[in-house]
């Protein structure tokens, strides 16, 4: 079955505790992507990555960092979370060809108390 | 500033009658903008999408309209099912930069 898995569903942490959110494709999409959900604010991009060893920021970057070692993964550190961060994150990923619907992981749900 | 939004953010509609989604936009350069929708406790999946020199596209019950003049962009189900109840998100896109709008929450009702 074709999907984007992120790992782990929920996760609780403390305020400067760095942690990774993982992501793994199967369908062999060049490009991926980093969104976090807030109330009112809707989806937000933090990071992007067009193919392997190719990353860029998205319009929230900061705080967070990305790697692209291997075409199926792209993780999400962060490497001292800070309450503000707490949200709902999604990771996705598609075809590069100009305007290729994503496809969406279910999502992380982030504390940091 | 969000460059995309989604100024309503609830719809109550009755089974069978026409849902109608409205976006609104402020980037010019937009070049394709996407409908997804999204049920609790899953991600985001894609509904439909437009282009730009487009101004409607339409896929069974779903309709989408773009009007580049107002930068505005609908959505219209006909006729609304139970299962259409869900968040509904707009984006534009521009570069790979996917912006999106705040989510409208629709709820059918029987």
């Known amino acids: 079955e074709a999907q984007v898995t992120q790992n782990p569903r929920y996760l609780i942490t403390v305020t400067g505790k760095k942690l990774t959110v993982t992501c793994s494709q199967n369908m062999n999409h060049e490009y991926m992507s980093w969104y976090r959900q807030d109330p009112g604010l809707g989806l937000r991009q933090i990071y992007y990555?067009?193919?392997?060893?190719?990353?860029d920021k998205g319009d929230v970057p900061e705080g967070y960092k990305v790697s692209r070692k291997e075409k199926r993964n792209f993780p999400l550190i962060l490497e001292s979370p800070s309450p503000n961060q707490t949200s709902l994150y999604f990771c996705?990923?598609?075809?590069?060809?100009?305007?290729?619907?994503?496809?969406f992981g279910n999502g992380t749900r982030l504390t940091v108390t | 500033d969000q460059q995309v939004k989604q100024n309503s953010p609830s719809l109550s509609v009755q089974e069978g009658r026409i849902s109608i989604l409205n976006c609104d936009y402020t980037n010019s350069m937009f070049d394709y903008f996407l409908w997804y929708k999204k049920y609790p406790a899953e991600g985001p999946t894609f509904l439909i999408s437009?282009?730009?020199?487009?101004d409607k596209n339409e896929d069974g019950r779903f309709t989408v309209f773009l009007n580049k003049s107002a930068k505005h962009l609908s959505l219209h189900i006909v006729p609304s099912q139970p299962g259409d109840s869900a968040v509904y998100f707009c984006?534009?896109?521009?570069?790979?930069?996917?912006?999106f709008g705040a989510g409208t929450t629709v709820t059918v009702r029987a």
């Open positions: 984006a534009a896109s521009l570069d790979y930069k996917l912006s």
């Open positions: 437009i282009s730009s020199i487009k």
């Open positions: 996705a990923s598609s075809l590069p060809a100009g305007h290729s619907p994503l496809h």
């Open positions: 990555s067009m193919n392997v060893e190719v990353t």
